[in-house]
């Protein structure tokens, strides 16, 4: 039996039965098979919807999916960030 899941409840509260950990692109989603620590589930929303770290996906056997944030490598700018900007502007 495939699970479904058509709604996202937004900042959830456990208890969940499992996480999915999705990085920045991954997570504006409709439609797709997306797998947790536990199995996995296909996704059918109504639009395109933005998920955020603590938001659950509902699926149709009544369990939640929280989803969290994966860790991402970060680019960190120091100086004069005013001329910086100035100069990425120029390009």
């Known amino acids: 039996?495939?699970?479904?899941?058509?709604s996202i409840?937004?900042?959830?509260?456990g208890p969940?039965?499992?996480e999915l950990r999705l990085d920045?692109?991954?997570r504006l989603l409709r439609r797709k098979r997306l797998t947790f620590d536990a199995?996995?589930?296909l996704l059918d929303l109504p639009?395109?919807?933005?998920?955020?770290?603590g938001d659950a996906f509902l699926l149709s056997d009544g369990r939640r999916i929280v989803m969290r944030a994966a860790p991402e490598p970060v680019l960190v700018v120091t100086g004069d960030l005013p001329r910086l900007a100035w100069?990425?502007?120029?390009r």
Not at 9 to 13: D, T
Not at 47 to 52: D, F, L, M, P, R
């Open 9 to 13: 409840i937004r900042q959830a509260h």
């Open 16 to 18: 969940f039965a499992g």
């Open 24 to 26: 920045y692109e991954s």
């Open 47 to 53: 639009e395109v919807t933005s998920v955020e770290d």
């Open 87 to 90: 100069h990425i502007g120029n």
């Open 39 to 41: 199995g996995d589930f």
């Open 1 to 6: 039996m495939t699970l479904h899941c058509h």
